[in-house]
């Protein structure tokens, strides 16, 4: 069973960071693209950025109103992926998505598996 | 402002069959396939629909995706009440080169 689980997250003040984890099982992690969406409290789903499998050049895509401050990274010695997240600001406050997509050459197709969520609040 | 534009709300009675829009451009919803997703209040996105009008398994064929042109449409048919849910649509958008959603539905099962 595919299991996708974040962590890190929590209250931090505007302008710090932040890094969470996405802890992946039940597949190969190293096969697939990984992805990390947000959802800000009563808003839709934003899509923030992917990175690829080492197969396909391990190399990243972001959104417009993340990129310079968000970096996605992995290790997939342990089946982890990492976002991390710089300069924050309140709007950045949302529930933090880890996901998987369908295809694992394919990581802006469509997306199978989601974690359960992690909540980020940033405020002073 | 979402790349992709849903209706924020439609609703129906129970049994009865609801569709839900979504409309993109040339970059986005025209050369790329489009999937769907439901999510039920405090919970994650669930797959619905995924290139275009493919069902995963577990997914009821009440549920259906179709696609022309520039717009994708999400059927439901027999409406449930468990069926209350925000219902999103996604795809790539190759000018912007970011994956884009819709600002979502919400579906009310009178």
């Known amino acids: 069973e595919v299991q996708l689980v974040e962590s890190g997250g929590g209250l931090v003040q505007p302008g710090r960071s932040l890094r969470l984890s996405c802890a992946a099982s039940?597949?190969?992690?190293?096969?697939?693209?990984m992805n990390w969406f947000r959802q800000a409290p009563g808003k839709g789903l934003e899509w923030i950025g992917l990175?690829?499998?080492?197969?396909?050049?391990?190399?990243?895509d972001y959104a417009a109103s993340v990129k310079g401050r968000f970096t996605i990274s992995r290790d997939d010695s342990k089946s982890i992926a990492f976002l991390q997240m710089n300069s924050l600001k309140t709007e950045d406050t949302a529930v933090y998505y880890c996901?998987?997509?369908?295809?694992?050459?394919?990581?802006?197709?469509?997306?199978?598996?989601w974690g359960q969520g992690v909540l980020v609040t940033v405020s002073s | 402002q979402s790349v992709l534009t849903q209706p924020p709300s439609v609703s129906a009675a129970p049994g009865q069959k609801v569709t839900i829009s979504c409309s993109g451009s040339?970059?986005?919803?025209?050369?790329?396939?489009v999937s769907w997703y439901q999510q039920l209040p405090g919970t994650a996105p669930k797959l619905l629909i995924y290139?275009?009008?493919k069902r995963p398994s577990g997914i009821p064929d009440r549920f259906s995706g179709s696609k022309s042109g520039t717009s994708a449409t999400l059927g439901i048919t027999g409406l449930q009440t468990g069926d209350e849910a925000d219902y999103y649509c996604g795809t790539w958008d190759s000018s912007l080169s970011a994956v884009v959603f819709g600002g979502g539905t919400k579906l009310t099962v009178l």
């Open positions: 990175i690829r499998s080492k197969t396909y050049g391990g190399t990243t």
């Open positions: 996901v998987r997509p369908g295809y694992n050459w394919l990581p802006e197709g469509y997306f199978d598996h």
């Open positions: 039940g597949f190969t992690f190293g096969d697939y693209g």
């Open positions: 040339s970059s986005n919803i025209e050369n790329n396939y």
């Open positions: 290139d275009n009008n």
